[in-house]
């Protein structure tokens, strides 16, 4: 069983160790970090995951992005990701504790849609991210439009078109 804890609560170096051991090293390439950059993390939805031995086996992070319409209008979302588990812990239920955790800390009261760049068989089975709304958005990278999901309680209010970048207020 996972313990989950603050992400907040884990030392940056490890996390990024983490990540470089679930990744790669030159994982700061990847499309989804340039949707994210120089923004921070979102400190209540970013989580670790401690092994029984209370070591650090995965993490989650999440990011205010934004979707900007043709109209230059910007829509809020959260991205989630990466889900991060380092390869020895793999199939144990770490990465599936840490999107629970993540998505079951949105304030029910106003959630913003959540985006990600994922396997839309698993997130779309476990917590109902899907592609369909997707078809015409855009990122600032190469990236598969399968793979680019979306979470949303009421997917009318997606813009059909639009650009995924780092939301700066």
């Known amino acids: 069983m ?14 990024e160790a983490l990540l470089d051991r679930a990744f790669e090293p030159d994982r700061h390439k990847r499309t989804a970090y340039k949707v994210r950059e120089g923004t921070e993390s979102l400190g209540g939805l970013s989580f670790a995951a401690l092994d029984e031995h209370d070591m650090l086996a995965g993490t989650i992070q999440c990011w205010p992005v934004a979707l900007t319409d043709p109209s230059g209008r910007k829509h809020p979302l959260v991205m ?21 955790a993540s998505l079951a800390a949105l304030d029910p009261r106003a959630p913003l849609p959540q985006v990600m760049i994922g396997d839309p068989d698993y997130y779309g089975r476990f917590w109902g991210f899907t592609n369909e709304a997707t078809g015409g958005w855009a990122l600032p990278g190469p ?3 399968a793979r680019l999901l979306v979470r949303c309680d009421n997917p009318a209010v997606l813009p059909a078109e639009g650009t995924l970048g780092p939301w700066k207020g």
């Open 2 to 15: 996972a313990n989950i804890i603050p992400l907040a609560d884990v030392d940056p170096a490890l996390i």
């Open 80 to 100: 989630v990701g990466p889900v991060a588990v380092l390869p020895e812990h793999q199939g144990r239920g770490f990465g599936k504790a840490l999107m629970t």
């Open 143 to 145: 990236f598969d439009r």
